[in-house]
């Protein structure tokens, strides 16, 4: 690898998507080590240092560990000038703003979607009874965050503003297991903004390449 970059974990994770959208948008070489093959065939002690509590996502360049996949994207948007540049905003206004939809993704929209992933996409597939009363719950509190950003998108052509950036990046991985669900779909479709929005960033050639590798490797659903 040119720049020395791995990344363990499986495709199917939304943590590892996100690291690997950011890594193609900054057309980035890096390897893939997914973890349950390592795990089997390479039992060495490194394995243990590296892995995240969830078992979902490490970041290795160099002797730097990140397990964080929101920290990781930061991180490689400051460190690699190459591919997208607006990723993580040109100027320092454009940055704040990017830094306030990251926490607002990561406090206000993964709760209840993360909830949803799981109920709606996961459970039905690894034959766990879907709970009902969590489901409306989640639907509920991300109904009003969805609310909110039908209202910002009616001005602005993404979160951040008029660029893709990390603000909308770091959606994508639970809003595609949402929409593969009938009820789950519903909450974007249902709200003309959202729906135009997310419907431009999936279509992204850098997400559709992550969604060809989770096909391939489907982790959970295998």
């Given at each position: 690898?040119?720049?020395?970059?791995?990344?363990?974990?499986?495709?199917?994770?939304?943590?590892?998507?996100?690291?690997?959208?950011?890594?193609?948008?900054?057309?980035?070489?890096?390897?893939?080590?997914?973890?349950?093959?390592?795990?089997?065939?390479?039992?060495?002690?490194?394995?243990?240092?590296?892995?995240?509590?969830?078992?979902?996502?490490?970041?290795?360049?160099?002797?730097?560990?990140?397990?964080?996949?929101?920290?990781i994207c930061r991180y490689v948007c400051t460190q690699f000038p190459e591919g997208n540049k607006t990723l993580y905003g040109t100027g320092s206004l454009e940055r704040a703003?990017?830094?306030?939809?990251?926490?607002?993704?990561?406090?206000?929209?993964?709760?209840?979607?993360?909830?949803?992933?799981?109920?709606?996409?996961?459970?039905?597939?690894?034959?766990?009874?879907?709970?009902?009363?969590?489901?409306?719950?989640?639907?509920?509190?991300?109904?009003?965050?969805?609310?909110?950003?039908?209202?910002?998108?009616?001005?602005?052509?993404?979160?951040?503003?008029?660029?893709?950036?990390?603000?909308?990046?770091?959606?994508?991985?639970?809003?595609?297991?949402?929409?593969?669900?009938?009820?789950?779909?519903?909450?974007?479709?249902?709200?003309?903004?959202?729906?135009?929005?997310?419907?431009?960033?999936?279509?992204?050639?850098?997400?559709?390449?992550?969604?060809?590798?989770?096909?391939?490797?489907?982790?959970?659903?295998?």
């Open positions: 690898m040119a720049a020395g970059l791995q990344v363990f974990g499986q495709p199917a994770s939304t943590d590892v998507a996100r690291v690997l959208t950011c890594l193609f948008e900054k057309d980035l070489e890096f390897e893939l080590v997914r973890i349950d093959t390592f795990k089997r065939e390479h039992k060495l002690p490194e394995f243990i240092k590296l892995r995240d509590p969830n078992g979902q996502v490490t970041f290795k360049h160099g002797d730097k560990t990140i397990v964080d996949s929101r920290a703003s990017i830094e306030q939809w990251l926490q607002a993704e990561a406090q206000n929209f993964s709760p209840p979607s993360s909830a949803l992933v799981f109920h709606l996409a996961f459970a039905p597939h690894l034959n766990i009874p879907q709970d009902h009363a969590v489901i409306a719950e989640n639907e509920k509190k991300l109904q009003q965050v969805l609310n909110v950003y039908d209202e910002i998108l009616s001005k602005n052509e993404y979160l951040a503003g008029d660029e893709f950036s990390l603000a909308d990046l770091s959606h994508l991985p639970n809003s595609h297991y949402i929409v593969s669900s009938e009820r789950g779909r519903k909450l974007f479709t249902g709200r003309k903004n959202v729906a135009r929005w997310y419907d431009q960033i999936s279509k992204r050639e850098t997400w559709k390449q992550v969604v060809k590798m989770q096909r391939e490797h489907p982790g959970a659903f295998e």
